[in-house]
């Protein structure tokens, strides 16, 4: 079993940042790759980011590609979410994400564990 703890969310205004962090316990973190989806009021959970095991490897959803940066560091099992200049529809309850590989890191229904996600809301 693989536990996942989100921590970082809050109140930022527009053009801010915000650094989140996902704590990983229990199996071999290093062997997972590891993703973050968000989720805003009244739609689905869409994808963000996703990084590989190695962290070699890493893709964006194109709403946050430049503004946001997802890396990993396997000797803390803690993968983070950088992000700069929010914008108000960045406002979501982020989800840290945990996946056998790293095709399975972007798809929704092929994650294998998840965080219990962490608020982040973007004020004008």
């Known amino acids: 079993q693989v536990q996942l703890v989100e921590r970082g969310g809050g109140l930022v205004q527009v053009g801010g940042s915000l650094r989140l962090s996902c704590a990983v316990s229990?199996?071999?973190?290093?062997?997972?790759?590891m993703g973050w989806f968000r989720q805003a009021p009244g739609k689905e959970r869409e994808f963000v980011a996703r990084?590989?095991?190695?962290?070699?490897?890493?893709s964006y959803a194109d709403s946050v590609k430049g503004r946001f940066t997802i890396s990993r560091e396997n000797a803390n099992n803690t993968v983070y979410l950088q992000m700069n200049s929010l914008k108000l529809e960045d406002t979501a309850v982020y989800y840290c994400?945990?996946?056998?590989?790293?095709?399975?890191?972007?798809?929704?229904?092929?994650?294998?564990?998840w965080g219990q996600g962490t608020q982040v809301t973007v004020s004008s």
């Open positions: 229990g199996r071999t973190f290093s062997s997972y790759a």
């Open positions: 994400a945990a996946a056998r590989n790293y095709a399975r890191a972007r798809e929704l229904k092929s994650v294998d564990y």
């Open positions: 990084i590989s095991w190695s962290g070699v490897s890493t």
